[in-house]
């Protein structure tokens, strides 16, 4: 792969250190060194800010402006999309030494460190500033509550070897930026006795954001108010020798409807009285070690991938664990702007398997947001001319935000995934409620929207999809996406499969939600005569999928012939140019090998691995994790570990260049299943859970934890051995390495054995 590292950062287990302050990647360190709560997100940024550049982003779930509209002459074309925006600031410090604003970019500085601890969720900021008349240590500490989303907290403590004069103000602050142009908040701020408040309002979706601080000061000094349109805050002047500690404990509440202001002021207030700094972070650290005890990936023998892999198994945490159904995962999570905050079909494919073996009612929320969104995926199925439901290939709240009709309107990925994140669920859970309450309507509108969708060629012999794109974005208004017509295959067979079984388990429901729908008799027949006549470009002589009709006719191009200053290519190369050749940006056909990775055979997983392989560049950060998936599987050990180092140490080494606009949040749920789908072997698309585990060479031993059928489950992999332990003795069978066991306790193979 052409990506090159840039490496600054110390290599630690279960700590990202920063030593020593490193100017010209300050942005990229604000990514890195975000927090989240899933309510609400900040970035690794200075509270007293600096002359590096800066993106003090402050990011509230679910929380948007509507984008300008712009006139579309052609049905179907967004004209509107809508944004995540930088919301309140409520780490704001102004920090003065002796009158002077301080700047640590152009100051005196010994000993910076930053570190993330993902042991306890803090991040720790330290380092000593030198002045004429002698030192002074500064200390910042912050946390966001993992169990009370609605809290943040800072702590400062600074250290003095001599009087020093000093001023600072902590403050709530709605003069925030987004994309570097000041925000559209609507502000109002009130003083009371025991605390400050600031309430925002957003100028086009009218939500309200209210948040309340208090601050506690270790020694008995005098503040005043300051206050602004946007912005109030406490300052503090004194001259200090020896020690002092600031806390300021911060509650937020958003008003989503923008229908609650008075309440939503109220639930921000009262809940500020009850936070304490020593308490949550005592609770913070308990919840830390009660979800590692849980969920921990070890490696021995690799300690950049140990740090990697815990660095993404946190950040995924944070992004989300269930705090509110009608959240989702945008690809940046909640830690820049890139991409606008909006969620993608990665939350299914890539995202959904973490949470289906860490937490699965979260998983199930996860659905839920879809189903909550059904309304707005039925408008833009008509907006496409058709029925039934198309899910929007990118969205804050359900309405389609791309404007870019050759994604938004050709790529049918979103609705296939969403489809197969129900299948996917329910093989896991067995929750049979969730198919009757909305899992079955949800399948029956989207294979309403791909009938409709798809077209019979003229001798009507075969069916299939015309002017569509695939996964590889490289290649549009494609005729027979392979993975296209593959998956609108499968979502055609399981929703008659799933209507069938809740037909004949709960026929009253059954029959309120075909009534509800709107089923016609006929439906059930029309998709059943799709799927079987379905095209699917395969040839069994080459064991070859092509990725589309007309793929293998495409001129050929070496990827490696390609300089590294054209990269990336969308910023280097025409438009039209990246179209007019065989490169792939990422998997397309290898994806539909891994999602229903059990209706194919390993030579055909192989074969078609090894022909797509050489042609992709990668330009999609979650493209190595599949390629390392499938490595893994097929026994080439050297190319899975380098894609998975890729995966795990993205953002951290800031391969793709671009870690400065944010984290890639679903790529880094794709190095978990690294780990488990790739060395661990992993498959969940059968009836029974399969185990192939392997072990790359440069490895002594790892093990990795998942919750299955009410078991927890750790699998421990070394070179001489495999052990499967459970927490309980409930016979649960398992298929290993193609051979049925029942494990009970605990299950021990040795390797030479396998």
């Known amino acids: 792969m052409a990506k090159v590292a840039t490496k600054y950062l110390t290599v630690h287990p279960w700590k990202i250190k920063e030593d020593g302050f490193h100017f010209e990647r300050n942005q990229v360190s604000e990514s890195i060194f975000s927090l989240a709560n899933e309510f609400m997100g900040v970035r690794g940024f200075l509270e007293e800010g600096s002359s590096a550049l800066s993106l003090q982003g402050c990011y509230y779930n679910g929380i948007y402006e509507w984008g300008e509209k712009t006139y579309q002459g052609y049905k179907g ?100 930026k987004h994309w570097g142009k000041m925000g559209l908040w609507e502000a109002e701020m009130k003083a009371n006795k025991d605390y400050l408040l600031a309430v925002g309002k957003t100028q086009t979706t009218n939500q309200y954001l209210a948040g309340a601080l208090k601050l506690d ?57 009850a936070s304490d700094f020593e308490v949550d972070l005592k609770k913070n650290r308990s ?15 690799d300690l950049e991938n140990q740090q990697g892999i815990r660095y993404c198994i946190f950040q995924l945490q944070q992004t989300y664990h269930g705090f509110d159904p009608y959240n989702n995962i945008g690809a940046k999570g909640l830690t820049g702007e890139a991409y606008s905050g909006h969620a993608f079909w990665d939350t299914e494919t890539y995202c959904l398997p973490y949470y289906l073996y860490n937490n699965l009612p979260a998983a199930r929320d996860l659905l839920l947001f879809r189903y909550h969104t059904l309304p707005e995926a039925r408008m833009r199925a008509k907006e496409l001319d058709s029925d039934g439901a198309c899910y929007p290939i990118a969205t804050l709240n359900g309405y389609e935000a791309c404007t870019l009709w050759q994604h938004a309107s050709l790529q049918l990925q979103p609705s296939t995934a969403v489809a197969y994140a129900i299948f996917h669920y329910f093989q896991v859970a067995a929750d049979f409620s969730f198919l009757v309450d909305y899992g079955l309507e949800m399948l029956l509108e989207i294979s309403r929207f791909l009938l409709r969708r798809g077209q019979w060629n003229q001798d009507k012999t075969y069916f299939g999809y015309y002017c569509v794109m695939g996964p590889d974005e490289f290649q549009m208004m494609v005729n027979h996406n392979t993975y ?36 016609s008799e006929g439906f059930f027949q029309d998709i059943k005569n799709a799927a079987e006549k379905m095209k699917i470009l395969y040839d069994s002589k080459s064991e070859l999928f092509e990725q589309h009709q007309g793929y293998f006719d495409l001129p050929h191009i070496d990827i490696h012939s390609i300089p590294v200053t054209d990269f990336p290519l969308y910023h280097n190369w025409s438009y039209d140019r990246i179209y007019r050749n065989d490169m792939i940006k990422q998997p397309d056909v290898l994806m539909f090998l891994f999602l229903y990775n059990q209706d194919f055979t390993l030579s055909v997983k192989k074969a078609n691995y090894e022909f797509y392989e050489p042609r992709c560049i990668h330009e999609s950060s979650l493209s190595p994790s599949v390629h390392s998936i499938l490595a893994a599987e097929i026994g080439k050990s050297e190319e899975a570990l380098s894609f998975f180092g890729f995966a795990t140490r993205l953002d951290l080494d800031d391969y ?31 009836e029974i859970l399969v185990l192939n585990p392997t072990i790359p060479p440069i490895w002594k031993h790892y093990s990795f934890k998942i919750k299955y059928q009410n078991k927890n489950l750790k699998v421990s992999v070394s070179k001489e051995q495999i052990k499967i332990t459970s927490d309980n003795e409930k016979p649960l069978p398992l298929l290993l390495f193609g051979k049925k066991i029942i494990l009970t306790d605990e299950y021990l193979l040795e390797r030479e054995k396998v």
């Not at 509650?251 to 609650?260: H, L, N, R, Y």
């Not at 998956?487 to 709960?506: D, H, N, P, Q, R």
């Open 77 to 176: 074309i967004v004209k509107r999309s809508h944004y995540l925006v930088n919301g309140l600031n409520w780490l704001k410090t102004t920090l003065k030494v002796n009158g002077e604003k301080l700047d640590i970019a152009k100051e005196r500085i010994d000993s910076f460190q930053r570190v993330l601890d993902l042991k306890t969720g803090t991040l720790t900021r330290s380092f000593i500033l030198n002045t004429d008349s002698g030192k002074i240590d500064f200390t910042f500490i912050r946390f966001l509550s993992m169990l009370n989303c609605n809290r943040g907290y800072q702590r400062i403590l600074i250290k003095s070897d001599h009087p020093v004069n000093l001023e600072l103000d902590f403050a709530l602050d709605f003069n925030t």
């Open 217 to 273: 000061a270790s020694k008995p000094i005098a503040s005043e108010v300051i206050q602004s349109d946007k912005e109030i805050g406490y300052r503090y002047r004194f001259t200090l020798e020896g020690e002092i500690r600031f806390d300021r404990s911060v509650s937020v509440f958003v008003d989503k409807a923008g229908k609650k202001k008075t309440e939503t002021i109220a639930k921000a207030t009262t809940d500020l009285k």
């Open 287 to 301: 919840y830390w070690k009660s979800f590692w005890e849980e969920s921990d990936v070890v490696i021995e023998g």
């Open 484 to 519: 296209t017509n593959y998956m609108a295959k499968k979502t055609f067979l399981y929703t008659l499969a799933i209507s069938k079984e809740v037909e004949e388990k709960a026929q009253e429901s059954y029959l309120k939600i075909l009534e509800k729908v709107g089923i």
């Open 656 to 686: 793709n260049r671009n870690t400065n606009e944010g984290l890639h949040l679903t790529s880094i749920a794709a190095a978990w299943m690294n780990i488990v789908y790739g060395f661990g072997g992993l498959r969940s698309d059968g």
